[in-house]
Nanobody
Framework: QVQLVESGGGLVQAGGSLRISCAAS????????MAWFRQAPGKEREFVAG????????YYADSVKGRFTCSRDNAKVTVYLQMNSLKSEDTAVYYC???????????????????WGQGTQVTVSS
C-alpha cells in the first residue's frame, strides 16, 4: 500500500513561488496516477493538477494552468507541484492523492483517488 506525505507548504506573498512535494512509500508508485487537490476554508475540495503514470503527462485545472507545474520523479518516488505567480485565492490546504486503479488517465474527481496524504497548508498573502 502506498502512503503519501506532503511537505513544502508555507506562507508566501502574492506573486511569489512555492514548491510542494509528495513523497510516496511503496513499490507500486510507478503505476499510480497522481494528483493534487486543494481545499480552502468553507469550500469543497477541488482538483488542481495531476500526472499519469505511463507517459507522465500533466493535466491542470483552468484556474492554475500556466502558473503551476506538476511533475514526478519515479526514482525518488516523489511528485512535485511548482506554483508560480501565486494569488490569494490559491490559499488552501493542498492534498496529494494517488489512484491505484492503474488507469493511465488523470481524473479530476476526488472519488477516483483512494490514497491521500495529510495535506500541507499554503497561504498566499496579498
Amino acid at each position: 500500500q502506498v502512503q503519501l506525505v506532503e511537505s513544502g507548504g508555507g506562507l508566501v506573498q502574492a506573486g511569489g513561488s512555492l514548491r510542494i512535494s509528495c513523497a510516496a512509500s511503496g513499490r507500486t508508485f510507478t503505476r499510480h496516477t497522481m494528483a493534487w487537490f486543494r481545499q480552502a476554508p468553507g469550500k469543497e475540495r477541488e482538483f488542481v493538477a495531476g500526472i499519469n503514470w505511463g507517459t507522465s503527462n500533466p493535466y491542470y485545472a483552468d484556474s492554475v494552468k500556466g502558473r503551476f507545474t506538476c511533475s514526478r520523479d519515479n526514482a525518488k518516488v516523489t511528485v512535485y507541484l511548482q506554483m508560480n505567480s501565486l494569488k490569494s485565492e490559491d490559499t488552501a490546504v493542498y492534498y496529494c492523492a494517488a489512484d491505484s486503479s492503474r488507469i493511465n488517465v488523470v481524473r479530476i474527481t476526488s472519488s477516483a483517488y483512494d490514497i491521500w496524504g495529510q495535506g500541507t497548508q499554503v497561504t498566499v498573502s496579498s
